[in-house]
Nanobody, 117 residues
Framework: QVQLVESGGGLVQTGGSLRLSCVASGYIFSIQSMDWYRQAPENQRELVARSFPGGDTEYADSVKGRFTISRDNAKNTVYLQMNNLKPEDTGAYYC???????????WGQGTQVTVSS
């Protein structure tokens, strides 16, 4: 099993910045994709950003140019730098990884981001 622990959420004003972190631990043979999702109240969970082992990244259109995903493979850690935050970025942010040894996806417990207008 793989455990994921997110941190870095909080309350910030519009235009502010936050940096989220997610550390994976436990049985880890190889982690492929490391993603960030978010879920606002009464909305479905949506993909915010994805990072691949080779360095490629993908972003939701709504965050392009404002958010940056990065990872430290040696530390099994993924980050999400969020700049110019908007109220619509408010939600619970979840880390999701795919571990090839167990051939499973894992979720973190989530960290809350609240952007005040």
């Amino acid at each position: 099993q793989v455990q994921l622990v997110e941190s870095g959420g909080g309350l910030v004003q519009t235009g502010g910045s936050l940096r989220l972190s997610c550390v994976a631990s436990g049985y880890i043979f190889s982690i492929q994709s490391m993603d960030w999702y978010r879920q606002a109240p009464e909305n479905q969970r949506e993909l915010v950003a994805r990072s691949f082992p080779g360095g490629d990244t993908e972003y939701a259109d709504s965050v392009k140019g404002r958010f940056t995903i990065s990872r430290d493979n040696a530390k099994n850690t993924v980050y999400l730098q969020m700049n110019n935050l908007k109220p619509e970025d408010t939600g619970a942010y979840y880390c999701n990884v795919f571990e090839t040894g167990t051939d499973k996806y894992y979720w973190g417990q989530g960290t809350q981001v609240t952007v005040s207008s």
